[in-house]
């Protein structure tokens, strides 16, 4: 292997350990200053234990400048002994400050560190933030002009996959049959990336009961008090509208949600998004229905 190789090698893989450490600096700082704070404790203590010692010989000290002043030594003036009293002060203290020395400067460590890793751990997240509104309003626009252009069914289609089915709509003929396109469930289930935050309502769902209407009941009447929500407060998390419906939660959900006047300003659980799912689940023909929030965005970028 040439030189170059070989320097090309020692390089790469030393390049790539400090990017590993980066990655992992907030931990290794926050481990640190761990450490550090019992460092800090112990060093302290023994300083402390020291500290009786310092102190006595200081004591010592005034205790001489005073015997001397008692003796009225026209050689030993008042001044002598302010003098005297000030020196010893100081050695006192410069004393004590080097029996503290460690533990402070070790105290320093643990305090910059524990400062480090939150520096890095707020600036990664306003990244990763600035990145996913980056890439939210970029995919929100991409939508729109799907459905300026080619309408709402195609833009469902590219999103979710959907199917064609046969949906009986009343009219002033009487009955007639419609052909409608609806997600795929057995398909959207599979495929967790293309819900996003959507998520089903069905029988696993611990708020599903078999009553005919009462599913739908339910979801509107969280839905209406989501809003009022909205309203009162201000912004809802997506994590609390999941806790309403009886969901699990999720790490985006304590992210984004809702807050008034942006967005739709309301907060839209999507039930008839769906026309041939709706319709046949808010009439009760349908045991589970498909929840596309209209979530607004990261809570804290909106605010």
């Given at each position: 292997?040439?030189?170059s190789?070989?320097?090309?090698?020692?390089?790469?893989?030393?390049?790539?350990?400090?990017?590993?450490?980066?990655?992992?600096?907030?931990?290794?700082?926050?481990?640190?200053?761990?450490i550090g704070?019992?460092?800090?404790?112990v060093?302290?203590?023994?300083a402390?234990?020291?500290?009786d010692?310092?102190?006595?010989?200081?004591?010592?000290?005034?205790d001489?400048?005073?015997?001397?002043?008692?003796?009225?030594d026209p050689?030993?003036?008042?001044?002598?002994?302010?003098?005297?009293s000030?020196?010893?002060?100081?050695?006192t203290?410069?004393?004590?400050a080097r029996l503290?020395a460690?533990?402070?400067?070790?105290?320093?460590?643990?305090?910059?560190?524990?400062?480090?890793?939150h520096?890095?751990?707020a600036?990664?997240?306003?990244?990763i933030t600035a990145?996913?509104?980056?890439?939210?309003?970029?995919?929100?626009?991409?939508?729109k002009?799907?459905?300026?252009?080619?309408?709402?069914d195609?833009?469902?289609?590219?999103?979710?996959?959907?199917?064609?089915r046969?949906?009986?709509?009343?009219?002033?003929?009487g009955?007639?049959?419609?052909?409608?396109?609806?997600?795929?469930?057995?398909?959207?289930k599979?495929?967790?990336t293309?819900k996003?935050?959507?998520?089903?309502?069905?029988?696993y769902?611990p708020n599903?009961?078999?009553?005919?209407g009462?599913?739908?009941?339910?979801?509107?009447?969280?839905?209406n008090?989501a809003?009022d929500?909205?309203?009162?407060?201000?912004?809802?998390?997506?994590?609390?509208?999941?806790?309403m419906?009886?969901?699990?939660?999720s790490?985006?959900?304590?992210?984004?949600?809702?807050?008034?006047?942006?967005?739709?300003?309301?907060?839209?659980f999507?039930?008839?998004?769906?026309?041939?799912?709706?319709?046949?689940f808010?009439?009760?023909?349908?045991?589970?229905i498909?929840?596309?929030?209209?979530?607004?965005?990261?809570?804290?970028?909106?605010?």
């Amino acid at each position: 292997m040439s030189l170059s190789a070989i320097k090309s090698t020692v390089t790469s893989k030393v390049g790539r350990q400090v990017l590993i450490a980066q990655k992992h600096s907030p931990v290794l700082l926050f481990g640190i200053g761990i450490i550090g704070v019992g460092t800090t404790v112990v060093l302290a203590c023994k300083a402390t234990l020291k500290l009786d010692e310092v102190l006595g010989e200081a004591e010592k000290i005034d205790d001489q400048i005073d015997n001397a002043k008692a003796l009225e030594d026209p050689a030993y003036t008042e001044e002598d002994a302010r003098k005297d009293s000030i020196i010893n002060r100081t050695k006192t203290a410069m004393k004590i400050a080097r029996l503290y020395a460690p533990a402070i400067a070790v105290g320093c460590v643990t305090v910059g560190a524990f400062t480090g890793s939150h520096v890095i751990l707020a600036r990664r997240n306003a990244a990763i933030t600035a990145a996913y509104v980056a890439v939210d309003k970029g995919f929100k626009q991409y939508r729109k002009n799907v459905v300026a252009e080619l309408g709402r069914d195609k833009d469902r289609e590219f999103r979710f996959g959907l199917v064609e089915r046969e949906l009986a709509v009343d009219t002033d003929e009487g009955v007639a049959v419609k052909t409608v396109k609806s997600v795929d469930g057995d398909s959207l289930k599979s495929d967790k990336t293309a819900k996003i935050y959507g998520r089903f309502f069905d029988e696993y769902n611990p708020n599903w009961e078999r009553s005919r209407g009462k599913n739908a009941m339910f979801l509107r009447s969280q839905q209406n008090f989501a809003n009022d929500l909205l309203n009162a407060r201000g912004h809802v998390f997506l994590n609390e509208i999941y806790d309403m419906l009886g969901m699990e939660r999720s790490k985006a959900g304590a992210l984004v949600g809702w807050v008034k006047g942006n967005g739709d300003n309301y907060i839209d659980f999507g039930i008839l998004e769906d026309l041939y799912m709706g319709q046949k689940f808010v009439n009760g023909d349908e045991p589970s229905i498909f929840l596309d929030f209209n979530v607004d965005g990261p809570i804290y970028d909106l605010i």
